[in-house]
């Protein structure tokens, strides 16, 4: 390795260092301030009025960075869930499912959450919770078996999408299915999706609902319906950030390399 490669991951290690450390201190008696961090390096006069300036700079700097990131961390998020809803029982099947339908935009899938009102796993179990397409009102084709336990207990499960799009102004089925389930005896599964005969859903998202009917059967080709809705919340962020996201990561970004390139001429010289 030569010694300007050497040199330059020497450098990134340092810099990497640096990322974890801020040294401040303050002198009364000479009325100096200095600041120490990777991006930002003075010292600062509290006489003079520049100095001041530069230290206004820096706390600018730093709120820009941290409106920036924290815009990027919680835009667009939107949950459609009723599972605060009372009211209703719970449904067993081979087959389970409910509707819901999306707003206008792109949205990745995040996760869904299910509650389970009752369970009998005297066999054995492989409970799986699946995202399908519409059809006419009808459910469409397998999108998407969520991870999650094929064994769920009594109360609320989440199952994880790997991101899966849903797009904007669209109907999609949670489908639970339990292959083991039996009605007559011997050993078998069955878990109780429980449900409400409440029409009410709360969303963060305009336009998100969820379907007031729920289906069941032992085929997806023979299911039946029924009034009210399981009850489930449906986890979803944006796929793009709003363009005032983007302009702001890209000033906060444009200052912070300023100011880092300021920094390494001044050490430089």
Request: hydrophobic share 40%.
């Amino acid at each position: 390795m030569n010694s300007r490669v050497r040199t330059a991951l020497m450098d990134v290690s340092h810099r990497c260092r640096e990322l974890f450390w801020m040294d401040m201190t303050l002198e009364l008696k000479s009325l100096k301030f200095k600041v120490s961090c990777p991006i930002y390096h003075f010292h600062m006069n509290i006489s003079n009025p520049c100095s001041w300036f530069r230290f206004l700079r820096l706390i600018r700097l730093t709120s820009v960075l941290a409106g920036a990131l924290g815009s990027a961390a919680a835009f667009g998020q939107v949950i459609v869930s009723n599972l605060s809803e009372s009211g209703g029982s719970a449904s067993s099947d081979t087959y389970l499912a409910n509707s819901f339908t999306t707003d206008a935009t792109v949205y990745p899938l995040r996760s869904v959450t299910i509650d389970i009102g009752y369970v009998n796993a005297s066999g054995a179990s492989s409970f799986t919770l699946n995202i399908y397409s519409d059809n006419a009102g009808a459910i469409g084709s397998l999108l998407e078996t969520l991870s999650g336990t094929g064994s769920p207990t009594v109360g609320q499960h989440t199952y994880s999408s790997t991101g899966l799009a849903l797009a904007g102004n669209t109907t999609y089925w949670v489908v639970a299915y339990d292959p083991n389930y039996s009605v007559g005896g011997g050993a078998h599964t069955s878990y109780l999706w429980s449900g409400t005969s409440s029409a009410n859903e709360t969303s963060s998202g305009a336009g998100w609902t969820i379907a007031d009917s729920y289906f069941r059967g032992a085929s997806l080709g023979s299911l039946s319906s029924s009034a009210g809705s399981f009850k489930f919340s449906v986890n979803a962020s944006a796929a793009v950030p709003e363009p005032s996201t983007y302009a702001a990561i890209l000033g906060a970004c444009a200052l912070g390399f300023v100011s880092f390139r300021r920094y390494r001429s001044k050490r430089a010289a």
